[in-house]
Protein backbone atom coordinates (compact mmCIF):
# COMPACT_ATOMS: atom_id res chain seq x y z
CA UNK A 1 0.00 0.00 0.00
CA UNK A 2 1.60 3.52 -0.86
CA UNK A 3 1.83 5.78 1.97
CA UNK A 4 0.48 9.30 1.95
CA UNK A 5 1.93 12.44 3.69
CA UNK A 6 -0.14 15.48 3.80
CA UNK A 7 0.17 18.92 6.38
CA UNK A 8 -1.71 18.22 9.33
CA UNK A 9 -3.23 21.81 9.59
CA UNK A 10 -3.95 25.25 7.20
CA UNK A 11 -4.96 28.21 7.85
CA UNK A 12 -7.01 30.30 4.59
CA UNK A 13 -9.40 33.27 4.23
CA UNK A 14 -12.44 33.51 2.93
CA UNK A 15 -12.43 33.73 -0.70
CA UNK A 16 -8.75 32.39 -1.22
CA UNK A 17 -7.74 29.19 -3.12
CA UNK A 18 -6.68 26.65 -0.86
CA UNK A 19 -4.38 24.18 -2.27
CA UNK A 20 -3.54 21.18 -0.41
CA UNK A 21 -0.71 18.43 -1.64
CA UNK A 22 -0.10 14.74 -0.67
CA UNK A 23 2.87 12.61 -1.22
CA UNK A 24 2.60 9.11 -2.57
CA UNK A 25 6.36 8.45 -3.54
CA UNK A 26 5.57 4.80 -3.44
CA UNK A 27 2.29 4.62 -5.92
CA UNK A 28 1.97 1.55 -8.09
CA UNK A 29 0.89 1.72 -12.10
CA UNK A 30 -2.50 0.72 -11.03
CA UNK A 31 -3.12 2.90 -7.89
CA UNK A 32 -5.99 5.77 -8.08
CA UNK A 33 -5.97 9.06 -6.07
CA UNK A 34 -9.16 9.95 -3.73
CA UNK A 35 -9.96 12.96 -1.57
CA UNK A 36 -12.32 13.07 1.07
CA UNK A 37 -13.88 15.54 3.23
CA UNK A 38 -14.75 15.07 6.76
CA UNK A 39 -16.68 17.37 9.21
CA UNK A 40 -17.06 16.72 12.92
CA UNK A 41 -19.13 13.73 14.03
CA UNK A 42 -20.10 13.05 10.45
CA UNK A 43 -18.55 10.41 7.89
CA UNK A 44 -16.16 11.53 5.23
CA UNK A 45 -17.59 12.55 2.17
CA UNK A 46 -15.90 11.81 -1.24
CA UNK A 47 -14.45 14.83 -2.95
CA UNK A 48 -12.94 13.92 -6.23
CA UNK A 49 -10.94 11.03 -7.74
CA UNK A 50 -7.85 10.68 -10.30
CA UNK A 51 -5.44 8.75 -11.76
CA UNK A 52 -3.46 11.18 -13.92
CA UNK A 53 -3.20 14.95 -14.71
CA UNK A 54 -6.18 17.06 -14.18
CA UNK A 55 -9.25 16.18 -12.89
CA UNK A 56 -12.32 19.11 -12.33
CA UNK A 57 -15.97 18.62 -10.44
CA UNK A 58 -18.03 21.10 -9.27
CA UNK A 59 -16.55 21.61 -5.97
CA UNK A 60 -12.96 21.10 -6.33
CA UNK A 61 -9.89 20.34 -8.81
CA UNK A 62 -7.00 17.56 -8.64
CA UNK A 63 -3.70 18.14 -10.18
CA UNK A 64 -1.37 14.61 -10.78
CA UNK A 65 1.98 15.40 -12.48
CA UNK A 66 3.29 13.46 -14.77
CA UNK A 67 5.38 10.78 -12.37
CA UNK A 68 2.18 10.84 -10.02
CA UNK A 69 4.07 10.96 -6.82
CA UNK A 70 2.47 13.79 -5.71
CA UNK A 71 -1.32 15.01 -5.83
CA UNK A 72 -3.09 18.47 -4.99
CA UNK A 73 -6.30 19.32 -4.19
CA UNK A 74 -7.43 22.38 -4.83
CA UNK A 75 -10.35 24.36 -3.32
CA UNK A 76 -11.65 27.72 -5.60
CA UNK A 77 -12.51 30.21 -3.47
CA UNK A 78 -13.45 28.76 0.15
CA UNK A 79 -15.71 29.82 2.52
CA UNK A 80 -15.64 29.00 6.26
CA UNK A 81 -18.21 25.91 5.88
CA UNK A 82 -15.06 24.16 4.31
CA UNK A 83 -13.67 24.10 7.53
CA UNK A 84 -12.75 20.30 7.72
CA UNK A 85 -10.41 17.80 7.72
CA UNK A 86 -9.23 16.36 4.40
CA UNK A 87 -8.30 12.98 3.28
CA UNK A 88 -6.03 12.01 1.07
CA UNK A 89 -6.31 8.17 -0.01
CA UNK A 90 -3.84 6.35 -2.65
CA UNK A 91 -6.11 2.71 -3.83
CA UNK A 92 -5.07 -0.36 -5.81
CA UNK A 93 -7.45 -0.36 -8.74
CA UNK A 94 -9.55 -3.83 -7.72
CA UNK A 95 -9.21 -3.64 -3.95
CA UNK A 96 -11.14 -2.60 -0.75
CA UNK A 97 -8.66 -1.37 0.88
CA UNK A 98 -9.42 2.24 1.67
CA UNK A 99 -6.52 3.44 4.24
CA UNK A 100 -6.78 7.12 5.49
CA UNK A 101 -3.94 8.36 6.28
CA UNK A 102 -3.68 11.64 9.22
CA UNK A 103 -5.61 14.23 6.79
CA UNK A 104 -4.96 17.58 6.95
CA UNK A 105 -7.08 20.07 9.06
CA UNK A 106 -8.03 23.25 7.03
CA UNK A 107 -9.40 26.17 9.05
CA UNK A 108 -11.04 28.91 6.64
CA UNK A 109 -11.06 32.26 8.80
CA UNK A 110 -13.04 35.32 8.11
CA UNK B 1 -30.78 6.95 -2.92
CA UNK B 2 -27.27 8.21 -2.42
CA UNK B 3 -27.34 7.45 1.34
CA UNK B 4 -25.86 5.00 3.54
CA UNK B 5 -28.14 5.17 7.06
CA UNK B 6 -26.40 3.82 10.10
CA UNK B 7 -28.72 3.19 13.01
CA UNK B 8 -28.98 4.23 16.41
CA UNK B 9 -27.36 7.17 15.89
CA UNK B 10 -26.46 7.07 19.72
CA UNK B 11 -25.43 3.70 21.69
CA UNK B 12 -24.42 3.94 25.54
CA UNK B 13 -23.36 0.28 26.72
CA UNK B 14 -22.07 -1.60 29.31
CA UNK B 15 -19.38 -3.34 29.08
CA UNK B 16 -21.49 -6.91 30.10
CA UNK B 17 -24.12 -5.83 27.13
CA UNK B 18 -24.72 -7.28 23.85
CA UNK B 19 -25.82 -4.74 20.98
CA UNK B 20 -25.93 -4.66 17.59
CA UNK B 21 -25.20 -1.52 14.89
CA UNK B 22 -26.82 -1.55 11.63
CA UNK B 23 -26.27 0.34 8.67
CA UNK B 24 -28.27 -0.05 5.11
CA UNK B 25 -27.66 1.19 1.62
CA UNK B 26 -29.61 0.95 -1.42
CA UNK B 27 -27.81 1.85 -4.22
CA UNK B 28 -27.53 -1.31 -5.41
CA UNK B 29 -23.36 -1.02 -4.04
CA UNK B 30 -21.79 -4.76 -3.62
CA UNK B 31 -18.64 -3.91 -1.05
CA UNK B 32 -19.38 -2.78 2.33
CA UNK B 33 -16.98 -1.79 4.85
CA UNK B 34 -16.95 -0.92 8.78
CA UNK B 35 -14.66 1.38 10.39
CA UNK B 36 -13.69 2.69 13.66
CA UNK B 37 -12.94 6.12 14.54
CA UNK B 38 -11.56 7.92 17.38
CA UNK B 39 -11.26 11.69 18.20
CA UNK B 40 -9.27 13.89 16.21
CA UNK B 41 -7.83 10.25 14.67
CA UNK B 42 -8.71 9.00 10.42
CA UNK B 43 -11.33 6.22 10.54
CA UNK B 44 -9.46 3.32 10.93
CA UNK B 45 -10.57 0.24 8.37
CA UNK B 46 -11.75 -2.90 10.66
CA UNK B 47 -14.23 -5.13 7.35
CA UNK B 48 -14.67 -4.97 4.22
CA UNK B 49 -17.82 -7.46 3.18
CA UNK B 50 -17.73 -7.82 -1.08
CA UNK B 51 -20.60 -10.01 -2.85
CA UNK B 52 -22.15 -10.55 0.78
CA UNK B 53 -18.74 -12.19 1.76
CA UNK B 54 -16.01 -11.19 4.43
CA UNK B 55 -13.16 -10.22 2.41
CA UNK B 56 -11.22 -8.20 4.99
CA UNK B 57 -11.11 -8.78 8.72
CA UNK B 58 -8.49 -6.00 9.73
CA UNK B 59 -7.17 -8.23 12.85
CA UNK B 60 -9.86 -6.77 14.78
CA UNK B 61 -10.96 -8.56 18.17
CA UNK B 62 -13.12 -11.41 17.99
CA UNK B 63 -15.85 -8.75 20.70
CA UNK B 64 -16.54 -6.86 17.44
CA UNK B 65 -18.40 -9.91 14.67
CA UNK B 66 -19.59 -8.44 11.60
CA UNK B 67 -22.68 -9.80 9.60
CA UNK B 68 -23.94 -9.31 6.01
CA UNK B 69 -27.31 -10.76 5.64
CA UNK B 70 -27.94 -9.45 2.04
CA UNK B 71 -26.33 -6.85 0.08
CA UNK B 72 -27.94 -3.94 1.25
CA UNK B 73 -27.10 -5.18 5.21
CA UNK B 74 -24.41 -4.81 7.49
CA UNK B 75 -24.36 -5.39 10.76
CA UNK B 76 -21.88 -5.45 13.46
CA UNK B 77 -22.76 -7.10 16.90
CA UNK B 78 -20.86 -5.96 19.80
CA UNK B 79 -20.63 -8.04 23.04
CA UNK B 80 -18.29 -7.40 26.22
CA UNK B 81 -17.09 -4.90 24.66
CA UNK B 82 -14.25 -1.89 27.15
CA UNK B 83 -14.50 1.60 27.32
CA UNK B 84 -11.82 2.35 25.16
CA UNK B 85 -13.97 1.00 22.53
CA UNK B 86 -15.87 3.61 22.57
CA UNK B 87 -15.79 5.47 19.07
CA UNK B 88 -18.04 6.93 16.33
CA UNK B 89 -18.39 3.80 13.91
CA UNK B 90 -19.11 4.05 10.69
CA UNK B 91 -20.85 2.08 7.60
CA UNK B 92 -19.64 2.50 4.03
CA UNK B 93 -20.36 1.26 0.58
CA UNK B 94 -19.07 1.52 -2.73
CA UNK B 95 -20.01 -0.25 -6.43
CA UNK B 96 -17.23 -2.79 -6.41
CA UNK B 97 -13.80 -1.60 -5.45
CA UNK B 98 -14.57 1.80 -7.18
CA UNK B 99 -11.04 2.64 -6.71
CA UNK B 100 -11.44 4.23 -3.50
CA UNK B 101 -15.11 6.07 -4.19
CA UNK B 102 -17.20 5.13 -1.24
CA UNK B 103 -20.05 6.74 0.45
CA UNK B 104 -20.29 6.69 4.19
CA UNK B 105 -23.01 6.44 6.74
CA UNK B 106 -23.66 9.90 9.27
CA UNK B 107 -22.04 6.80 11.92
CA UNK B 108 -23.03 5.29 15.16
CA UNK B 109 -21.40 7.49 18.45
CA UNK B 110 -20.58 4.67 20.88
CA UNK B 111 -19.95 4.97 24.46
CA UNK B 112 -19.09 1.77 26.83
CA UNK B 113 -19.44 2.31 30.39
Known amino acids: LAKTTQPISMDSYEGQEVNITCSHNNIATNDYITWYQQFPSQGPRFIIQ???TKVTNEVASLFIPADRKSSTLSLPRVSLSDTAVYYCLVVASGTYKYIFGTGTRLKVLA | DTEVTQTPKHLVMGMTNKKSLKCEQH?????MYWYKQKAKKPPELMFV???????INESVPSRFSPECPNSSLLNLHLHALQPEDSALYLC????????????FGQGTRLTVV
Open chain 1, 50 to 52: GYK
Open chain 2, 27 to 31: MGHRA
Open chain 2, 92 to 103: ASSQDSSEGKAF
Open chain 2, 49 to 55: YSYEKLS
